[in-house]
C-alpha cells in the first residue's frame, strides 16, 4: 500500500511521459491511498486539460469515474491540526502536507514527483522512479 499523491494518480490515468512509470507503480503495488483533497486537484486537473482542448468533457468525466474507482474506499480524512503543524515546520503547502500526514499516520511511503516535498520529507516521501526502479 502507498499514498500516492495528485500528480501521480494524473499521470496513471492521463497519458505523459510519466504515465509507463505510473503503470509499473500500480503493478507493483496495486493499492493505493490518498486524502479527500486528491479529488479537487484531479479534478481541477482535468479541468486544465478540457479547457486546452486536450480532452473532452466527456473523457475527463471517464477519467474521473476512473480515478474515483481506482480510490474507492481508500480516501482519508486528515487532520487539520497535523497538515498545519506539517507546513509551518516546513516549506510545502499545506496541500501538500496533507498526503504527508496521511503517508505518516498510516506509516506508509509517499511516492511522488515532488521535488520539494522529497527534499522537506526525505524518510516520507519515495520518487516515483525510485519506487519502480527506473
Known amino acids: 500500500m502507498i499514498v500516492a499523491d495528485t500528480n501521480v494518480i494524473s499521470y496513471l490515468l492521463l497519458a505523459g511521459e510519466r504515465t509507463s512509470e505510473a503503470l509499473k507503480a500500480l503493478e507493483k503495488d496495486p493499492i493505493w491511498v490518498a486524502p479527500y483533497l486528491w479529488r479537487s486537484e484531479f479534478c481541477n486537473v482535468l479541468a486544465g486539460y478540457v479547457r486546452k482542448n486536450l480532452l473532452t468533457r466527456q473523457v475527463a468525466q471517464n477519467n474521473l469515474e476512473h480515478a474515483l474507482y481506482l480510490l474507492r474506499g481508500k480516501e482519508y480524512s486528515i487532520s487539520p491540526k497535523r497538515v498545519l503543524e506539517l507546513a509551518v ?3 510545502c503547502t499545506a496541500y501538500d502536507c496533507e498526503f504527508v500526514a496521511l503517508a505518516q499516520d ?3 511511503k509517499l ?3 515532488d521535488k520539494q516535498i522529497l527534499a522537506q520529507f526525505p524518510g ?3 520518487a516515483l522512479d525510485k ?4
Open 106 to 108: 498510516l506509516d506508509l
Open 124 to 126: 516520507t516521501a519515495l
Open 131 to 134: 519506487f519502480v526502479g527506473s
Open 89 to 91: 515546520t516546513s516549506t
Open 111 to 113: 511516492v511522488t514527483l
